[in-house]
């Protein structure tokens, strides 16, 4: 079965390499990557660029008064 989109909604420590890896061989149209962490989804983004841009990045602060920001990035294939 064949999927267009996938909803990526990895722990702190990011989705990875293995997983970023699994998911440029799926070939799909659009990933949705939420991300409670700035720095591990600057690295996952810097390894899906083989085969994907970034359309739009949203930053929310679901949790005031402490440093936890969540943000939600919509990737295209190229």
């Known amino acids: 079965q064949q999927f267009d989109l996938v909803l ?16 440029l061989r799926l070939n799909l149209e659009r990933i ?3 991300s409670c962490d700035p720095i591990t989804l600057v690295r996952d983004l810097a390894l899906l660029r083989q085969g994907y841009r970034v359309v739009s990045s949203q ?3 679901l949790f005031p008064q402490t440093y936890h920001l969540e943000s939600v990035t919509l990737l295209e294939r190229r």
């Not at 420590?13 to 699994?22: S, T």
């Open 8 to 23: 990526l909604d990895p722990p702190r420590v990011g989705a990875g390499r293995d997983v970023v890896q699994a998911l």
């Open 59 to 61: 930053v929310f602060d």
């Open 32 to 34: 949705i990557y939420i």
